[in-house]
């Protein structure tokens, strides 16, 4: 059973915060699964990313093993976000775009940008998507309304979670009683890790274009062959 997190930490419970420290204090690793699992479902609407580096710093208090913590709230990231993936892929891209902005704090761009982002990338917006601030918690949707392969996305969407998850996590079993400082680190890296992939896409688009154009050469060169003969 759980240490109070409340009491080993020092840290006020109340509101929706209180909440999930209340369920994860009852029940352990179910309650951080079931936890991570809603947070999934609801597009981030819960205070995961900053509850999970406090968990990490309780493990150091003996108040949960910090492998069990991470398989725990890893299964049920996942599990939530195949709730996600299973509605989206029945109500297909309108609808589920349709029922989403309806969620209070999801914006159009944010729903555009999520789109465009899988829509470039793919897969790799699945992996990479899972350690992004404003991608992690929509991905779901655009893989589910196009139907992504259900084994690939179950695959992608574990390794990224698990990726991000246990970053939190062991962050603030290393930082001890500085684990609030994640939220601040969590940020920077995001936000390096978004600026990263910017820098990506665009060394990818100009590869693609010196391909195309070095193609478009090689194809006159033996038009013009064809034409001399």
Known sequence: MMLHLAQTTGEPAGGLAGWAVDMIDALGGAGLALLTALDSMLFGALPVDVLMPLVGYTATQGAIDIGTAIVCATVGSVLGSLVQYALCAHLGPDRARALLLKFPGVKTETVDRCEAWFARHGAKAVL??????????????????????????????????????????????????????VTDIAGTFSYVALGALAVGVVLLVVKRRNRRRKEAANELGENARTDVK
């Not at 991905?139 to 574990?158: N, Q």
């Not at 698990?162 to 001890?176: C, E, M």
């Open 128 to 181: 990479f998507g899972r350690v992004l601030p404003v991608i992690r918690p929509l991905i779901s949707i655009p893989a589910g309304a196009e139907r992504m392969p259900l084994p690939k996305f179950v695959m992608l969407t574990t390794l990224g979670t698990l990726a991000w998850t246990s970053a939190l996590l062991l962050s603030g079993y290393v930082l001890g009683e500085n684990w609030h400082r």
